[in-house]
Structure formats: C-alpha cells, structure tokens
Nanobody, 121 residues
Framework: QLQASGGGLVQAGGSLTLSCAASGRTFRTYAVGWFRQAPGKEREFVAIISWTGSSTNYADSVKGRFTISRDNAQKTVYLQMNSLKPEDTAVYYC????????????????WGQGTQVTVSS
C-alpha cells in the first residue's frame, strides 16, 4: 500500500513537493507512477520513475515543471512541482507498476488514498 502526502493550497507560480511512502518488501522492484484526477475528469498520467530511478518520463503538460525522484532506502517517491498552474489542481495519486512503459490506470496497483493539490490564480 502506498500513501501520498504533501498536498495543499498554493498560489499560481508556487511549488509543492509530494511524497509517496510505501510499505512492503517489493517496492524497490517496481516502477512508480504519479497520476492526478481533477473534479469531473478521468485520472490521468503525470510522471513515472523506473525501479532503479535511472529513467523518468512525464506527461507533456508537466514536462519541465515537475520532477520525479525516489529513495529506495526510504521506500519513498517524490514529485517536485514547480511553476504550478490552476490547471494542476487535482487529487494526486501514486501507484506501482511492473513496467516503466505503462501509462494506463489499469496497469497500476496498490493505489494510495491521494493528496489534494489546489492552485489558486
């Protein structure tokens, strides 16, 4: 099970860092993805990091503004979000996936409860 935290209310242009803490021994063998879901919209892919941390990939909407990283010793994945925009407002979720190439919600498991990010204009 994963637990996301670090959300909050921030003004446009501001920054937040989300954390995704994992329990269990298999965390370090999985890629970890961040998704987000805005009210009335489907859950969408944001970023993914390989199990070694050597590879990352981002949705075009956040590329250049968000950075994903992981600390396997701490069983934690981070999402550094800079230059936040009102359209980044959503509940952010993290989850595990066996393949770095996976981008669909159905390919992920062990979803956490999510953390709310609200960006005011």
């Amino acid at each position: 099970q994963l637990q996301a935290s670090g959300g909050g209310l921030v003004q446009a242009g501001g920054s937040l860092t989300l954390s995704c803490a994992a329990s269990g021994r298999t965390f370090r063998t999985y890629a970890v993805g961040w998704f987000r879901q805005a009210p009335g919209k489907e859950r969408e892919f944001v970023a993914i990091i390989s199990w070694t941390g050597s590879s990352t990939n981002y949705a075009d909407s956040v590329k250049g503004r968000f950075t994903i990283s992981r600390d396997n010793a701490q069983k934690t994945v981070y999402l550094q979000m800079n230059s936040l925009k009102p359209e980044d407002t959503a509940v952010y979720y993290c989850a595990l996936t066996p393949s770095f190439n996976n981008r669909y919600v159905s390919q992920y498991h062990d979803w956490g409860q999510g953390t709310q990010v609200t960006v005011s204009s």
